[in-house]
């Protein structure tokens, strides 16, 4: 049977800002969306595969990064324009497209019997095997709005105000190795999406990041997560996740599939998910390192011995 990896991830609180270049009037503007009947601010699901993305570009490690960032540019630069899953990380991960125009014009004439139609135009693609979904504030957005002003040119004073969240993220991703050209790669994914800094941004004015302060992996032959959108934040700074135990307790989710780490790992639904059987550990990379080597050894890869 196939295996599936998914997770859950809980960023530290901080103020989110400028998260995109969109303006309304002299406001820059945070996304947001009606959740759970209340509006929360959200990070797209690009934002966050563009950081990882130029994570693997700048981490040293030797990855292979087929759309590169180029600061000086402030553009993307493709170092293979027609796309190679096997050689690029990118490429294999999060996937690609390319599409191309006729080269020729289709012609005003009705079709005629026996003639060959005009060329069609053609697209180069491969659908990501990477998944993320939105990012999402725990806490509803409160409209707060800082107020600055820049001294422009000719003495000239410009007045402009930004949006501020003080919030945790959540988001959650779904990986399927096999699908993967190098199935090695899914250790990339977590390592990347454990290390995240600065998601999205608007001229680089804020930081706020994006690494998990809680965590949630599973590693199963089920099909469905079963685990998005699992964690809540109550104003006291109490992370929780009711919804998961509840899963976990009417047997929906095996707890030996899960790992849980980070700041939840002390709090009382950790002990909780701990005394129904889940691999809790107090650190993020700890418990990735553990789970990578339980993948390496479930999808048969030349890595080191397993162990607990």
């Not at 490690?61 to 960032?69: D, F, I, L, P, S």
């Not at 060959?116 to 504030?137: C, H």
């Amino acid at each position: 049977m196939t295996l599936h990896l998914f997770g859950n991830v809980l960023t530290g609180y901080g103020t989110a800002a400028n998260n995109r270049g969109e303006n309304e009037g002299n406001i820059t503007t945070l996304q947001k969306i009606l959740w759970k009947g209340e509006v929360h601010t959200t990070v797209s699901a690009e934002a966050i595969r563009w950081a990882l993305r130029y994570y693997w570009q700048t981490s040293g490690n030797g990855y292979a990064v087929n759309r590169q960032w180029d600061d000086d540019k402030n553009d993307n630069v493709w170092q293979n324009s027609n796309f190679n899953d096997e050689v690029y990380i990118d490429d294999d991960v999060l996937g690609f497209m390319r599409a191309e125009g006729a080269k020729t014009e289709a012609s005003d004439e009705p079709k005629q019997k026996g003639k060959k139609s005009a060329a069609k135009g053609t697209t180069t693609a491969k659908r990501g095997v990477l998944e993320v979904t939105r990012a999402v504030s725990t806490m509803p957005y409160a409209g707060d709005i800082t107020f600055n002003a820049a001294s422009g040119q000719k003495g000239r004073t410009s007045l402009y105000g930004t949006e501020v969240h003080a919030t945790r993220y959540q988001y959650g991703f779904a990986l399927t190795p096999d699908r993967l050209k190098d199935k090695s790669r899914v250790s990339a994914v977590l390592d990347g999406l454990t290390a995240l800094g600065q998601v999205a941004g608007n001229h680089s004015r804020f930081l706020y990041d994006f690494s998990p302060d809680s965590l949630v992996l599973r590693w199963t032959h089920d099909f469905s997560p079963r685990c998005l959108y699992c964690f809540e934040d109550n104003e006291e700074g109490e992370i929780s996740a009711p919804d998961l135990i509840r899963r976990i307790e009417s047997q929906d989710v095996d707890p030996k599939e899960l790992w849980v780490a980070g700041a939840i790992a002390t709090m009382p639904d950790g002990e909780r998910l701990e005394t129904l059987g889940v691999n809790v550990l107090s650190g993020i990379k700890s418990a990735v390192e553990v789970l990578k080597r339980r993948i390496d050894h479930d999808l048969e890869l030349p890595q080191l011995e397993m162990t607990r």
